[in-house]
C-alpha cells in the first residue's frame, strides 16, 4: 500500500492586535475548509464563522472546497467594519477643508 503524500499548509488569521500563522502537515487533496478545521483555529477563535468569514489562499478570495496546494496559506478575514470607499471619501472631505484656509510659506 501506498503512503499518502504529506504537504505543508498554513491557516492564518489576524486581529487588528494580534496575527496567527498555524502550520499543518495534511494529505495532499486537502480542501482549504478541511485544513482550517484540521489547524484547531476554529476552537482558538469561536468567532469564527465559515458560513460568514471569507477565506482566501495568498489574498485572492477562493470558497472552502478550493484543494490547496503544498506551502499554501489559507486566510480568514473578518467582516470589515467600514466601508473602504466611504472612509476615503470622508477623509479626502476633511483633507480638502482643512488645507483650503492654511497658507503655506516657501521661506523664500
Not at 486581529?15 to 476554529?42: F, H, M, W
Amino acid at each position: 500500500m501506498e503512503k499518502p503524500e504529506i504537504i505543508p499548509v498554513e491557516v492564518a488569521y489576524a486581529l487588528p492586535d494580534e496575527q496567527v500563522i498555524l502550520e499543518l502537515e495534511a494529505v495532499a487533496g486537502i480542501t482549504a475548509e478541511e485544513a482550517i478545521r484540521q489547524s484547531g483555529i476554529l476552537e482558538r477563535y469561536p468567532e469564527i464563522d465559515l458560513d460568514k468569514n471569507r477565506i482566501g489562499v495568498f489574498g485572492k478570495l477562493c470558497k472552502k472546497d478550493r484543494v490547496l496546494r503544498a506551502h499554501d496559506r489559507v486566510e480568514i478575514y473578518r467582516p470589515l467594519i467600514a466601508d473602504p470607499k466611504e472612509v476615503r471619501r470622508k477623509r479626502a472631505a476633511e483633507g480638502k477643508a482643512t488645507k483650503k484656509g492654511v497658507r503655506e510659506d516657501k521661506g523664500i
